[in-house]
């Protein structure tokens, strides 16, 4: 049997890890290893200082539409997001016992008290909150954001971990500037020629990536993307170019992207499982590598409805990605309940109008099961962005 990679294998694998609640990849690796591993909330967490230290980071997107909620729903009301219910479900279930840790980064109210509620339940591992700058001045925001990641450092040193060295973070920096620049390179792939790069391909791929390690996700992605480059089997469609955003930290489920796909849309741009696309560009290589972690977060960072933005105006980065992408409408695809998406978008919304940009809207969780209202609504918006393009 040949061992050489094909789409199907390569997605089928993927598929494989995403839907592995109990980590089978991770337990593997660290046993083959003996190093420690850190899960970690969406949406961005400094990978780098882990790698660095010998710690696998491992990505904890919640669940799908198959696991079934019964502890969970006993610590969030009904009016919280499901991202944290699945998370607490499946660490009660012990599908997560084989990590040695949770960081949950600063991005809504409801991750900082699920990050209060691990400590609780989980009193023998460790577990740190990761606070980020909202000034972005080097000297303010800088300094303190500098000082919390020498105080992760230390923290998984004082766990077992290798301790900091700012050669090893270089070199991990370069590793994961890799892996940003075959992600980015599938993203404008997808762009130039949506129908050799389904996002439903696409999404599992990224979702296995943040499972995997650095130099494993980075294989996978850039065979996966000279298969699909050279593949002349897939054709293209009379279908609506998209852009889908608002879901950036409780994850969608496979059939809603699917959904979308068989609706008549090419969707060209998203907000999927942002941790390798946050910072957007190279980490630069020379000087302290602590430091260049601080300003690429500072200076580099995706526009997102959990980062502040200071004087900068909301939907702005929105419509110039729209724009650089060659949407030609746009998707607004909010977690329920999430404040953070949903307090943004009447924001983003103004700023696409005022562009003349087609726009629809609806609401989804990570255990959404049907579809068919959903797939009426992206078709019908689909099809008048084709009526409108051809009048």
């Known amino acids: 049997m040949s061992d050489t990679p094909t789409i199907a294998s390569l997605v089928g694998r993927a598929d494989s890890i995403y839907r592995d609640y109990s980590l089978t990849t991770v337990r593997e690796w660290k046993a083959r290893t003996g190093g420690l591993a850190m899960g970690f909330m969406p949406i961005y967490i400094p990978c780098e200082i882990l790698d660095a230290q010998g710690v696998l980071p491992v990505g904890l997107m919640g669940a799908r539409d198959d696991l079934e909620i019964i502890k969970g729903d006993a610590y969030y009301q009904s009016y919280i997001c499901h991202i944290p219910r699945s998370t607490i479900e499946l660490g009660l279930s012990g599908r997560l016992d084989c990590l040695d840790g949770v960081l949950f980064p600063a991005i809504c109210d409801v991750i900082r008290n699920l990050s209060g509620m691990w400590q609780m339940l989980f009193p023998t591992k460790l577990v740190r909150y990761l606070d980020v700058p909202q000034n972005f001045e080097p000297a303010i925001g800088g300094r303190f954001y500098r000082h919390e990641l020498e105080e992760l450092a230390e923290a998984l040193t004082s766990r077992g971990a290798r301790p900091y060295d700012a050669e090893a973070l270089r070199g991990s920096i370069a590793r994961y500037n890799a892996l940003r620049r075959e992600v980015r390179a599938l993203y404008a792939l997808r762009q130039r020629l949506p129908w050799k790069v389904p996002t439903s391909e696409l999404y599992v791929l990224l979702r296995a990536a943040v499972v995997l390690p650095v130099d494993d996700a980075t294989r996978?992605?850039?065979?996966?993307?000279?298969?699909?480059?050279?593949?002349?089997?897939?054709?293209?469609?009379?279908?609506?170019?998209?852009?889908?955003?608002?879901?950036?930290?409780?994850?969608?489920?496979?059939?809603?992207?699917?959904?979308?796909?068989?609706?008549?849309?090419?969707?060209?741009?998203?907000?999927?499982?942002?941790?390798?696309?946050?910072?957007?560009?190279?980490?630069?290589?020379?000087?302290?590598?602590?430091?260049?972690?601080?300003?690429?977060?500072?200076?580099?960072?995706?526009?997102?409805?959990?980062?502040?933005?200071?004087?900068?105006?909301?939907?702005?980065?929105?419509?110039?990605?729209i724009q650089r992408s060659g949407a030609e409408g746009v998707l607004f695809a909010s977690p329920s309940f999430c404040d953070p998406a949903l307090l943004d978008q009447p924001m983003a919304v103004r700023a696409v109008e005022r562009h003349g940009i087609p726009w629809t809207a609806f609401k989804y969780s990570e255990n959404t099961g049907q579809f068919q209202v959903i797939r009426e609504q992206a078709g019908t918006f689909a099809d008048s962005i084709k009526l409108w393009s051809v009048a």
Not at 233 to 244: H, N
Not at 255 to 263: C, K, N, Q, V, Y
Not at 274 to 280: A, D, E, K
């Open 220 to 321: 996978m992605l850039s065979e996966y993307h000279g298969l699909a480059l050279a593949d002349e089997s897939r054709l293209p469609l009379d279908q609506a170019r998209v852009m889908l955003t608002g879901s950036f930290c409780e994850q969608p489920p496979l059939g809603l992207i699917r959904t979308l796909e068989r609706s008549g849309c090419y969707i060209v741009d998203d907000d999927f499982v942002q941790v390798h696309r946050w910072i957007q560009s190279d980490i630069p290589l020379d000087g302290d590598p602590m430091e260049q972690l601080v300003l690429a977060f500072l200076g580099d960072a995706m526009a997102s409805p959990t980062r502040y933005i200071d004087k900068a105006e909301k939907g702005a980065d929105l419509v110039l990605r």
